[in-house]
């Protein structure tokens, strides 16, 4: 398998937001947390409410990895423990929303992004902070937990209690998990009264406003490398990319990637980076990895998603996109890569 093609919404050119020649009325800032980099960039705020905006945010990303984490204690492991047990689990008032949020865009997306599949993740060992795991799982395993159909549609809630009907079931909110934080870190901006700002965790990102007299700007780097296109972004849109090469090994000349095709129980098939443009980031987040999953057929996904601006690369490095896509994508190259225009299927 050819090197899996290289996408990221990356904060176009660093360059971009520091340097000499920088206005003072740009701040960037970097947090550590998601085992990522998290960048602010803020336009036009104090020092004192640029510092409370750092240290809300860190709080509340820092907090809501550790609540989330699917492999190390927390209150998702928690709740996956009584899950598999059968058994029913009080939730935090703060998760419920969550895990609706997470079964209706499941639902919507033909269950393509199925956060119920924890354990297929894990039986392809990528729940380990280093995978250790280099072999694929034996086939009858992964075939017992694609037969088991574990799906977001299998929770009910009885007052604040989580109860599963399928013990297969176990949750990972890793596909959502950043955009649903990206979403928190502009709330609080928005609560501190920054109007103008950037929230870019790994290349995951959504903006505020505009950066001073004009609109956010952000790369999308290229298959090979470098950057692709670069891309406006409006006032409460977000960026957001699945790529294959994110988290991947390597046995007997195949790469394994880590995004699961829950129908077939084997890693996704077709497309090597999907980047979307929406508005909620944890919506964005959840249709560029439905898609990923929906491999060629991507167009009815994200049809079904009521996403309108993708641009999907697949395992040969072929690009396609849909047409609010094509008309924002600046080409830096002087002789732009052929992009194939797909329009969205009516259903
Ligand atoms: P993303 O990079 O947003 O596409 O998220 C990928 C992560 O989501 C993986 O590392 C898994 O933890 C989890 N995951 C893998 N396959 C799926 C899937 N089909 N639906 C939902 N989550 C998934
Ligand atoms: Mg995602």
Redesign the pocket.
């Known amino acids: 398998m050819r090197q899996a093609a290289a996408l990221l919404g990356l904060a176009l050119l660093s360059g971009l937001f520091s340097g000499c020649d920088e206005p003072p009325r740009l701040r960037e800032e970097r947090i550590q947390v998601f085992g990522t980099w998290v960048d602010l960039a803020l336009w036009g705020v104090d020092d004192a409410t640029a510092a409370r905006a750092i240290r809300v945010i860190q709080g509340d990303l820092g907090d809501l990895h550790t609540r989330w984490h699917?492999w190390q204690p927390g209150e998702l492991t928690r709740i996956n423990a009584a899950l598999a047990a059968g058994e029913s689990v009080d939730v935090a008032d703060s998760m419920r929303p969550v895990l609706e949020r997470a079964r209706t865009l499941s639902l919507r997306s033909g269950d393509?992004?199925?956060?119920a599949?924890g354990r297929l993740?894990a039986l392809w060992g990528?729940h380990a902070d280093a995978p250790a795991k280099r072999v694929p799982p034996p086939a009858e395993a992964i075939d017992a937990l694609v037969a088991a159909v574990p799906k977001m549609g299998d929770l009910a809630f009885d007052g604040s209690r989580l109860l599963s009907r399928n013990p297969a079931v176990q949750l990972?909110l890793?596909?959502f998990a950043?955009g649903y934080g990206v979403d928190i870190a502009i709330g609080r901006l928005q609560d501190l009264g920054i109007r103008d700002a950037m929230v870019n965790a790994g290349g995951d990102l959504r903006v505020l406003g505009r950066r001073g007299d004009r609109d956010w700007r952000v790369g999308i780097r290229a298959p090979a490398g470098g950057l692709l296109a670069a891309v406006e972004i409006a006032d409460g849109e977000s960026v957001f990319t699945?790529g294959t090469y994110?988290?991947q090994f390597e046995h007997a000349g195949t790469r394994y990637h880590?995004?699961?095709?829950?129908r077939t129980g084997y890693p996704a098939r077709g497309l090597s980076s999907v980047t979307v443009i929406g508005r909620d980031g944890a919506e964005a987040?959840a249709a560029?990895?439905a898609l990923?999953?929906a491999g060629r057929d991507w167009p009815r996904t994200a049809r079904a998603l009521g996403v309108t601006a993708v641009l999907a690369i697949d395992e040969q490095g072929a690009l396609q996109a849909t047409p609010g896509m094509a008309d924002r994508l600046q080409f830096l190259d002087q002789s732009p890569p052929a992009l194939g225009i797909v329009p969205l299927p009516e259903i």
């Open positions: 699917a393509l992004f199925n956060p599949i993740v990528f990972d890793g596909a950043k699945s994110e988290r880590h995004i699961i095709d829950p987040d560029a990895t990923l999953v």
